[in-house]
């Protein structure tokens, strides 16, 4: 690989074959490789060693790919990564569902090392290229962090900033889609609550599947985003605003686990709570 933190990627594949060739492929090509031979071992991993990527199989015993899928999206610790699914399903119902939940890519079986190296440097490209954007918008580069932080999202960095540099950003920091304004007014009220997609989509009468679709649409994130968006602007305006430390601020804003805040504000900002809080009265006070 070329210069720069080498990527962490988590397969999830119950082939042992298959699964034996995408980490010695992988390894070769320079990344750090993790392997999980079923759903579980795989969630486990995900949340211990948040990985930059995840690769995942749909067709495992006990916990397919979807319910792997689901369960990341829902977790504040793993809900951004990226997640590409390797199948050998290929009706376009079964690579649909994999995508109305969360999936970012997929590749259909067989397929070779390159088809996945290709799908890999693609998702990396979209985290480079958010993270020129920050830079090039806040004039920060973002700390370096632990394996498994991510590049900021241009979707969670500082709200005046977007809407006056993209007209796609709203002035609140929701969509403004008609037909989406109860997803929104429930997620503003509650998500300081440990909602996940699930409550979202009872509350308003779809299901979740079809939710996930039309928020997607609509405005280019899932539910899970929209909900973590919102937490981590409501921390930052804690962090600034008051004195109150990290734990009482991810209680407030949604967090039963101080280090599921931590773990998330570290993905989107490249940097810890303590560390951002000092930086931006700094430069609040310069």
């Not at 990344?31 to 495992?60: H, K, W």
């Not at 006990?62 to 977790?75: A, C, E, F, K, M």
């Not at 991510?150 to 005046?160: E, H, K, L």
């Not at 889609?177 to 779809?206: C, M, R, W």
């Amino acid at each position: 690989m070329r210069g720069g933190k080498v990527k962490k990627i988590l397969v999830i594949e119950e082939q042992a074959q298959t699964r034996s060739l995408f980490i010695k492929g992988l390894s070769a090509r320079g990344f750090y490789t993790i392997s999980a031979e079923n759903g579980q071992v795989g969630i486990q991993r995900a949340q211990e060693q948040l990985p930059d990527i995840i690769i995942c199989g749909i067709m495992m015993p006990d916990l397919d790919g979807y319910s792997v899928l689901t369960t990341l999206r829902q977790n504040p610790a793993t809900a951004v990564i990226p997640f590409i699914v390797v199948t050998a399903k290929v009706a376009r119902t079964h690579l649909r569902k994999a995508m109305e939940l969360g999936a970012d890519d997929y590749i259909t079986k067989p397929c070779t090392l390159e088809e996945l190296l290709k799908a890999i440097a693609a998702q990396l490209e979209k985290q480079t290229v958010l993270r020129q954007w920050y830079v090039a918008q806040s004039g920060q580069e973002p700390e370096p962090s632990s394996a498994g932080s991510r590049v900021p999202d241009m979707a969670v960095c500082d709200t005046a900033t977007l809407v006056a540099t993209s007209p796609s950003i709203p002035p609140s920091i929701f969509s403004t889609a008609p037909q989406l304004s109860k997803v929104f007014h429930f997620i503003e009220a509650n998500y300081h609550q440990p909602i996940t997609l699930g409550d979202v989509a009872q509350a308003v009468g779809y299901s979740p599947a079809y939710l996930t679709s039309l928020v997607r649409r609509q405005t280019g994130h899932t539910v899970q985003r929209w909900i973590i968006e919102h937490r981590m602007s409501a921390a930052r305006s804690l962090l600034l605003e008051t004195d109150q430390v990290v734990a009482q601020i991810a209680a407030k804003v949604g967090y039963h686990h101080t280090v599921h805040f931590f773990r998330q504000f570290r993905q989107f900002h490249g940097t810890t709570p303590q560390a951002w809080r000092s930086a931006h009265r700094k430069t609040n006070c310069s």
